[in-house]
């Protein structure tokens, strides 16, 4: 067993770091132009965010409606304190400090909400990402609706890989845990729960808690990815466009989410250049493949190895029918 | 064992509970029967920490557990099988089974119990890799009892075990709870089908609307009329 576990370990450490080299190695030959790279970037901002949410709602069965609230949080911090501190340290000074305000939010808003059954926390998040961008839209620190410049761009190939695979492998770790389980026996069924001797409260906000984090590291990485953060960016509709990677990946899914960034990401790029069909095309798309898959892409299930080997007996076996 | 005394629990407004005194002595299956909405639920709801009660006290081996938590509730020997199952339908059997022994540590021991399990329910190892969302009605029930007795409980409280299954599997539910008191737990069940719980049952309590209006043993309120014309079809 130890065995086994310390290869499957190696397998992943060998797949992370060939991931991480083949795109260092497009980028330095310039395969990779500044336009692939504002994608690439988006994808792993979503694929953060997607992930932490699938935590609180896929995972846990919570329905948050704020992840942009979050996020908003993350990227202020790291903007407003890397513009004193011009400096890569400062940078990763804000992205934590960031991280940590968020979660601190989570807490005050998770705390009263979670201990009650029921919708509670989608209303109460909602109110709350309203209630954070109206604050900074009114702090003079944040420059209201203007919005503020970052003048440099700290974040680049190795802080996006690491802090994304980052996310991804502690989420994934945290849910293979007992402690996970807890969490997706709340999503199942809380009273049951609670009668095998679960606190469910406690994992509830430990799960919101922890999803509030990481979204406050993607909004760190948009900050100072794209220079440019005002509040508007952090609204309503931004959180649903995470909601909708989430459910549309799957939810309690992992590698959907993953999958999910990274096919809508590429999707609306491919059609940046019908910008008046742009939404409505994207509307059609998720419609048509929630029809066909209403569960998500991947359902619950993981992308692994031995699912491979299941569809690909099962396409033989279609094969061997019809020949 | 277990001791409930002047117990008066609300539902916001609704007066659900009004001032029943239960006691449960170890070694003994009590009853607990009476009609839809009596609070037989709500009691042993009570009892194992899910519902808050407003007054009152319960005492556990006489230990006041009045304010304790359902946590440690569980780790101090009362295990609960709710109402209507609620099995975690989308985890394995095995994955059931093994959330029932959540708080505990000893893995050797964790190991005895399961083969314990299987061997009382051999249903459960036949399909300990099939999500437990898809066993029938009549599995389900013996799946949420063998994950309450991986908590390894000296007091078990089952809610209607019986209810949706046919009268074979019936029987069958109450050979098993019955062997399972002879082997030393203590049990507290409600129960809608009346005539099954008195039989095995040492002692009863009828409930009505929130109040306990008859007590005896089981045999006592198997002879009684009132009874007879209430719950047992004459
Ligand atoms: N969550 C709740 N909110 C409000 N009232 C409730 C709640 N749960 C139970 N009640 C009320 O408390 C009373 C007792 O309900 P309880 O479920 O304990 O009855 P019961 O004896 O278990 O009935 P049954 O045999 O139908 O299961 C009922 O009047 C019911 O309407
Ligand atoms: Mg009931």
Request: hydrophobic letters at 50%; one cysteine or more; proline letters at 2%.
């Amino acid at each position: 067993m130890q065995k086994l576990l310390g290869s499957n370990f190696l397998k992943k450490a060998i797949f992370l770091a060939a991931t991480f080299g083949l795109v260092q190695l497009l980028i330095v030959t310039g395969v990779i132009n500044p336009f692939i790279m504002d994608t690439l970037t988006t994808i792993c901002i979503n694929i953060i965010l997607a992930v932490s949410l699938n935590l609180i709602t896929g995972f846990t069965g919570q329905f948050s409606l704020g992840h942009a609230g979050f996020m908003s949080i993350g990227a202020y911090t790291c903007t407003i304190i890397t513009l004193r501190v011009p400096t890569t340290l400062g940078f990763i000074t804000g992205l934590l400090a960031g991280a940590i305000l968020a979660a601190l939010v989570g807490a005050v808003v998770g705390l009263p909400t979670l201990r009650l059954r029921g919708d509670y926390l989608a209303i109460a998040t909602l109110g709350m990402a309203e209630i954070i961008r109206i604050i900074f839209l009114n702090l003079d620190i944040t420059n209201g609706a203007a919005g503020l410049f970052n003048n440099n761009q700290y974040v680049n190939w190795f802080w996006l890989f690491l802090f994304t695979a980052g996310t991804v492998v502690l989420i994934s770790n945290f849910i293979k845990s007992s402690h996970g389980r807890a969490c997706i026996s709340i999503r199942e069924d809380e009273i049951a729960a609670e009668a095998v001797g679960i606190n469910s409260t406690k994992y509830k906000v430990t799960a919101f808690v922890m999803g509030a984090f990481f979204a406050g590291i993607a909004g760190s990485m948009h900050s100072s990815y794209f220079y440019f953060i005002k509040p508007d960016l952090f609204g309503f509709l931004k959180s649903i466009n995470i909601l909708v990677i989430v459910v549309f990946g799957g939810l309690g899914s992992i590698s959907g989410s993953i999958i999910a960034a990274i096919l809508l990401a590429l999707i609306s790029t491919s059609l940046q250049s019908i910008p008046e069909l742009q939404m409505v095309i994207y509307a059609a798309m998720l419609i048509t493949i929630m029809l066909f898959r209403p569960q998500g892409l991947m359902g619950s299930k993981e992308l692994s190895l031995s699912l491979f080997k299941k569809w690909s007996s099962l396409i033989h076996r279609k094969n061997g029918g019809e020949a | 064992m277990l001791e409930i005394t002047d117990l008066n629990v609300h539902f916001g407004v609704i007066h659900a509970i009004k001032g029943i005194s239960i006691k449960v002595n170890e070694g003994e299956i009590v009853t607990l029967i009476g009609a839809n909405g009596a609070g037989k639920t709500t009691t042993l709801r009570t009892v194992s920490g899910l519902k808050k009660l407003s007054s009152g006290t319960i005492t556990l081996n006489g230990m006041d557990i009045t304010h304790s938590s359902a946590q440690d509730r569980v780790k101090m020997g009362i295990s609960h099988v709710p109402e209507g199952r609620r099995i975690f339908s989308t985890m394995t059997v095995l994955e059931n089974l093994e959330l029932g022994a959540y708080l505990r540590r000893d893995k050797s021991e964790i190991a005895k119990d399961l083969s314990m399990v299987y061997e009382r329910f051999p249903i459960l190892a036949d399909r300990k890799k099939q999500a437990a969302g898809t066993l029938s009605g009549g599995e389900q029930q013996m799946l949420a009892m063998g994950r309450a007795l991986m908590s390894r409980p000296k007091l078990l409280c089952l809610d209607e075990p019986s209810m949706g299954l046919a009268p074979l599997l019936v029987q069958e539910i109450f050979d098993i709870i019955r062997d399972i008191n002879e082997k030393g737990t203590t049990i507290l069940l409600v129960e809608q089908n009346a005539s099954m719980a008195l039989q095995i049952a040492n002692r009863a309590y009828v409930m009505e609307t929130g109040s306990i209006t008859l007590t005896g043993t089981g045999a006592e309120l198997m002879q009684s009329d009132d009874i007879k014309k209430a719950y047992l079809g004459g």
